[in-house]
């Protein structure tokens, strides 16, 4: 038995009904003090893919993002596929570390639902630009487009809340720097276009998630989610057909 204002309760009684408090919600409609489970699991994911891709030749070859093989043989799977898989160990160790760093405060301002759905729609509009811009004979694989994401949404929470923003802001340049520059000095080749791609989704999303009105938060933010989608759609088929005239 425990103590109470009123006499004594059971153990149980006392852990069931601090279970059906609510926790306290933030200006994003998260929960506060909640276990970032989905961050957790995105790195797990990625890990194994790794492993597997490391094990399979034939499993990256199917899954990376090859335009060719998404407008000629229907493989729009590869949109999202790619997003789990790295081209090396420290290509892996970085994006995993940067989902680590901001992954977990995100997902406890935005909810997980939210959180998931910033990190996939940052993820396929890096995809997307990689899709539409890129040269036919590349094939891109990694998370940087959705981490990239996560990152313009933490500058755009962050302001929202009055947080000192300027770490990630050099962070976002630091990385944009190495983006651009980096292939010419030797550092391999670098997909700008899932950077770019990624980070312009990410703040976009993020900062419908923040802005509107408390009394209408849930149904902006699930229209502009689906609206995303719908023009992600559309610049996919669009690039498609596109790609497919020029073959006929």
Not at 204 to 221: G, L, M
Request: glycine fraction near 10%; charged fraction near 10%; include cysteine.
């Amino acid at each position: 038995m425990r103590t109470a204002p009123v006499g004594h309760q059971c153990v149980d009684c006392v852990d069931a009904a601090a279970r059906s408090v609510r926790q306290p919600t933030t200006a994003f409609g998260g929960r506060q003090n909640t276990t970032p489970l989905v961050s957790y699991v995105l790195i797990a994911v990625n890990v194994v893919m790794f492993v597997l891709q490391t094990v399979s030749s034939d499993l990256e070859r199917q899954l990376v993002l090859w335009a060719p093989g998404v407008a000629y043989f229907d493989d729009y799977y590869r949109l999202l596929t790619s997003a789990f898989l790295h081209y090396g160990i420290v290509h892996l160790l970085f994006n995993m570390w940067a989902l680590y760093i901001v992954g977990p405060q995100l997902e406890m301002w935005l909810g997980r639902l939210r959180f998931t759905a910033l990190y996939f729609l940052s993820a396929i509009g890096g995809s997307v630009l990689v899709y539409l811009l890129s040269p036919l004979d590349s094939a891109t694989a990694g998370a940087s487009g959705a981490i990239f994401g996560l990152f313009g949404a933490t500058f755009v929470l962050g302001r929202k809340l009055n947080i000192d923003v300027k770490w990630v802001v050099g962070l976002i340049v630091l990385n944009l720097v190495i983006t651009f520059v980096g292939p010419q000095l030797g550092a391999g080749a670098i997909s700008w276009q899932g950077h770019v791609g990624g980070l312009v989704t990410g703040a976009a999303v993020s900062w419908a998630y923040a802005y509107p009105p408390r009394e209408h938060r849930n149904v902006v933010q699930a229209g502009v989610t689906v609206a995303v989608l719908v023009l992600f759609a559309a610049l996919i088929w669009l690039r498609t057909a596109s790609l497919l005239t020029g073959v006929g």
